[in-house]
Antibody, heavy 118, light 110 residues
């Protein structure tokens, strides 16, 4: 069974930083495409970033230059470094695993809340 | 404003069929596969359809997907009250080099 467990969320001031982690199990982590998707309170889904098995990374324009995705295949853990945080980054962040292609997201974590506020 | 356009809400009676549309562009839906997600309040989304019309294991055949040109659609037959949820389409946008989602459609089963 695929399990994705996010941690590291919480309250941070505007301009601050946070590092999200996602501990994965139940699948071949090193060969999987992994993606962060976020959802602001009461809003729709927003793709944030993806990283493939070759360590190629992709970012939404809204976070490019501020967020950085990485993975530690030895620890089956996905990371998202969030810098220069803004109020509009407030959202539930989901760690996800893609199936046949990056946009077929078959597995989702339970999500973790990041709140950016003074 | 989302790259993919969905109606904000749709409604139908139990037992009926409903279709949720998703309009994109050549660089998004036109040249890429579409997936659909179901989300209940307070829970993570769930993959319903991928590669335009394929269902993951465990998804009932009441759910179907189609694509034509730069638009896609999710069909739900034999509506049940338990189908009340938000539905999102998603695809890759080749021009943006990014995954894009529709704004979501709230389904009400009256």
């Amino acid at each position: 069974e695929v399990q994705l467990l996010e941690s590291g969320g919480g309250l941070v001031q505007p301009g601050g930083s946070l590092r999200l982690s996602c501990a994965a199990s139940g699948f071949s982590f090193s060969t999987s495409v992994l993606t962060w998707v976020r959802q602001a309170p009461g809003k729709g889904l927003e793709w944030v970033s993806s990283i493939n098995e070759h360590l190629d990374t992709y970012y939404a324009d809204s976070v490019k230059g501020r967020f950085a995705v990485s993975r530690d295949n030895s620890k089956n853990t996905l990371f998202l470094q969030l810098n220069s945080l803004r109020a509009e980054d407030t959202a539930v962040y989901y760690c996800t695993k893609s199936s046949s292609r990056v946009t077929a997201i078959g597995d989702w974590g339970q999500g973790i809340l990041v709140t950016v506020s003074s | 404003q989302s790259v993919l356009t969905q109606p904000p809400s749709v409604s139908a009676a139990p037992g009926q069929r409903v279709t949720i549309s998703c309009a994109g562009s050549t660089s998004s839906i036109g040249n890429n596969f579409v997936s659909w997600y179901q989300q209940f309040p307070g829970t993570a989304p769930k993959l319903l359809i991928y590669d335009n019309n394929k269902r993951p294991s465990g998804i009932p055949d009441r759910f179907s997907g189609s694509k034509s040109g730069t638009s896609a659609a999710l069909g739900i037959a034999g509506l049940q009250t338990g189908d009340e949820a938000d539905y999102y389409c998603g695809t890759w946008d080749s021009s943006l080099s990014a995954m894009v989602f529709g704004g979501g459609t709230k389904l009400s089963v009256l």
